[in-house]
């Protein structure tokens, strides 16, 4: 019986015979209805087959999201792009998403990490800080970056600045001229597979020539004045933004615009308060 039975399936799917001379090969066969139970046990087969794939795939879509919030910290970042970053007006989509992405309790101080995520800035030793935020998205905003930009920061500090740099650029050169903080950043940038971020331990006042010139260069702490190795190395079309001003008063933070044929504009965009631009 089995061997006739599976001789209708053979007869109803590879055949090619006229309906008249397929019922009377029908008609042959000691149980026909067999041809129809085996039809529908693979049709069957075949739906549990799909139905499991789309699970599957479902499944994995859903760790990939899952992945995304592993950290105790993923809605506190949520919650800091919109209520301190979206809702004081930084509107480029890349900004909001590396502010979104970079694990900004990773490069603060272990006793820091439950406030990392708070509207102000923190410190991180050396009588440095790690900037507020709003005020890192607002000077990443300023430079107007593209995808296959370079950037010099000048100010390393914890490298945060830097990593959310790394999230929308192609590559990022950044100058701590503090040892220990330069070791420190570069140490947490690897782990954190920033491979696109270079941190040198130099004065950032010189720039770094060996790379020059930038799409956009950024300074995170405040000179008395803009330094002009910065200005050389900006390319023609570039900007720069820069907190400019004394120790101890607000200073001014400072746009720099670069026209194509290198003459430089300046926009002062708000008061703001940065630890002094340290010198060898």
Request: with cysteine; glycine share 8%; net charge neutral.
């Amino acid at each position: 019986m089995h061997d006739r039975s599976f001789a209708c399936l053979y007869i109803a799917f590879h055949e090619t015979t006229s309906h008249k001379h397929l019922k009377k090969r029908q008609q042959d066969c000691l149980q026909p209805e067999i041809v129809y139970i085996r039809i529908e046990v693979s049709m069957k087969r075949r739906l549990l087959v799909i139905v499991f794939t789309i699970i599957g795939v479902l499944t994995v879509l859903q760790g990939n999201d899952q992945k995304k919030a592993v950290d105790d910290f993923y809605f506190d970042r949520l919650e800091m792009v919109r209520g301190q970053i979206a809702a004081r007006g930084i509107k480029d989509s890349s900004v909001l998403n590396a502010m979104k992405k970079v694990p900004r309790h990773e490069l603060v101080p272990i006793e820091s990490r439950d406030k990392a995520y708070e509207d102000h800035p923190l410190p991180i030793g050396h009588g440095q800080t790690i900037s507020q935020p709003y005020i890192v998205a607002l000077m990443t905003e300023l430079l107007d970056l593209e995808p296959d930009d370079r950037v010099l920061e000048v100010g390393t500090g914890s490298g945060y600045q830097a990593a959310v740099l790394g999230e929308i650029v192609k590559e990022v050169i950044t100058c701590e001229i503090i040892g220990s903080l330069a070791i420190r950043a570069k140490d947490d940038l690897i782990r954190l597979g920033y491979q696109n971020v270079k941190v040198h331990h130099s004065d950032g006042y010189w720039g770094y020539k060996k790379g020059a010139p930038y799409d956009a260069i950024i300074v995170t702490a405040a000179p008395g004045y803009i330094p002009p190795p910065l200005l050389q190395q900006l390319k023609p079309g570039g900007s720069m933004v820069i907190p400019v001003g004394k120790s101890g008063r607000t200073q001014s933070l400072i746009l720099v615009k670069k026209d194509m044929d290198g003459n430089s504009t300046t926009e002062d965009i708000m008061p703001v308060r940065f630890v002094p631009f340290t010198r060898d």
